[in-house]
């Protein structure tokens, strides 16, 4: 038989009568041979066991086939053709689904709309700071595709604010490096500038400025530099470091944006064919990224509101201080101009706008996080269902096993489609995961070595500066809260993925099962126990689960020793080269701080026997 088989001329016509190939008659002509017909994309995926159910779909293809032609010829309108054609594939869809199943055309894609629905916490966040540059496109036959446009708006503007950030983080790098090297060097004619003079008056409880002109010689300009960067060193450290998070994300995002518009398309299409509500259940994915995006807002507005009051010596400090190394290496006098007033509120504007974009992707991270979780956590309910079969079950036709994806066939290919998607999640994020750990175990070492600080009796925090632990403390609660977050669903995907395993192996191999059972049993089985993981590994740098949580902790704890036992100075204390600079007036000018109460004195100072 096999020989026999191995025979048939697979391109010879088909005989309509019998169905079967006839042989060829050597009396008659050459004739064209008609090809054989692709077999149809059906709508669900059906065993050859099924042959009714086949030819069902066969004449609905060719009926579909006759209809477009006779609509080409003017026979049959378009809203006849709309009903007809239910299976063929949109010419303009450009799907990355690679298995035998697709979407039936004209039908509401009720699944992606859930998706969709979920993300909108976050994609409003997004779009708000320009950092989603992908447009959502919904066809006539409410077939749904992501892309990247350079002539929208919105490619325009992640592209334009990207690069504005990239260079933000290359003139700050380069101009620490400048201050440390004291190149370029200070004029060496030094200074001529204006500055204000602030006093009180008797029986006049606000305070009188006053205008004086003053020059200022090579070394003191220096002093000044040195002693305006000790004082901002840990806000510019914290600031180097989100800037490093968000150029990642940024550069990762731009070389990755033909794919990861087609992984967003590859969701949709995804849950549509596995008939999956992953933004809905088990969990709510819309709610929890409102309670995620409402606490980051509401940081962000208590946090900006303080700032804007001038609360503390760091609201306004570290703005100026951004603004200063901004045209260090063009200006190194910068500090001391008399208009640098004018810059301090583009740089105020600036400061708060990279303190929004620093955790935006983690916001994307989130939703990515918590839509595979449900996308595994629905598939592991399937899997149960036919693991542990009742009655009910094994009544079910074909048919009704195709429309709940509960066949042996249907239950594989949706676990190799939820493979592809964790994969695409580990390739998009896998930078924006390094970068953010990375930054974080280094970032909160330096916030609480600097919480620590303004809570000592040490003089560097005298006076007013111990009002910057107020502002610290809250940076430093939003910092643990966000890392908490995106470990904990980065590892929740994970489990839930392994959590087949677990029913495998509770199930077992013994007892009576069919062939087809077995089969899948053992290739899930192979699956899950493989080389490669099934979780999120930053591009295989590590795997996330709880364990690594508790390597965290443990990492970030064995730096903070470190650094404290370096004891980095947060203020300049040496009273040689205090002697030289007026700490009271170059704080007023410089970073324009108010004076908080009479008991604080200036409330500025650094040391409480400067003479001012």
Known sequence: MEDDADDIDLDAPIDPA??????????????????????????????????????????????????????????????????????????????????????????????????????????????????????????????????????????????????????????????????????????????????????????????????????????????????????????????????????????????????????????????????????????????????????????????????AGRIAPVATGAPTQLVILWSRLFFPSIHAWKYLHILRWFGIVVYVYLLMCSKVYILLLLYICKILKNAYATWNERLVTVIHKGKKEEKKSRKEHCAARTGFDHLFRDYVVLLDLLRGADTMFANVIESYFGTQVFSLCFEVYYLLRTFSAHDEFAFARKLDGILITIYLFHSVIMLLLATNASAQVGEEAMEGLEIIRRNGCIGHKSIKEMYFTLSLYMSYTGHFETALTAGKFVTFDRSFMVSLVGTIFSYFIILTQFTPPLSMLDPNKLELINTKHLIINVESTYQINADMKVGYDTLSNITT
């Open 18 to 307: 019998t169905n079967d190939t006839p042989a060829p008659d050597p009396n008659q002509p050459d004739a064209p041979v008609k090809p054989r017909k692709k077999p149809a994309l059906h709508k669900y995926y059906v065993d050859d066991e099924d042959e009714d159910s086949n030819d069902e779909h066969d004449h609905e293809h060719d009926q579909a086939e006759q209809a477009e032609e006779h609509a080409g010829e003017g026979h049959v309108k378009k809203e006849e053709l709309s009903q007809i054609i239910v299976h063929k594939k949109p010419p303009n869809l450009k799907s990355v689904l690679t298995y035998h199943e697709e979407i039936p055309r004209w039908e509401i894609r009720h699944f992606a709309n859930g998706l969709d629905a979920a993300f909108a916490p976050c994609k409003i966040f997004m779009l708000a700071l320009f950092r989603f540059p992908l447009q959502l496109t919904i066809h006539d036959d409410y077939s749904r595709e992501f892309t990247y446009s350079w002539k929208s708006f919105r490619g325009w503007m992640f592209f334009l604010t990207g690069g504005l950030i990239c260079l933000n983080a290359i003139l700050i790098s380069a101009s620490l490096g400048a201050v440390m090297l004291d190149y370029p060097r200070q004029p060496d004619a030094g200074l001529n500038t204006t500055w204000l003079k602030r006093y009180n008056v008797p029986g006049n409880s606000r305070e009188s400025t006053d205008t004086y002109e003053l020059h200022k010689p090579q070394q003191e300009l220096r002093i000044e530099e040195l002693f305006l960067l000790q004082r901002n060193f840990v806000p510019m450290i914290l600031l180097v470091l989100s800037l490093g998070h968000i150029c990642t994300g940024d550069v990762s995002l731009f070389f990755r944006r033909t794919f990861i518009a087609k992984y967003f398309t590859f969701w949709e299409e995804a849950v549509e064919i596995m008939k999956m509500d992953a933004g809905k259940h088990p969990d709510n994915v819309h709610k929890y990224l409102i309670r995620v995006t409402s606490f980051y807002a509401g940081f962000l507005v208590v946090f900006i509101g303080l700032c």
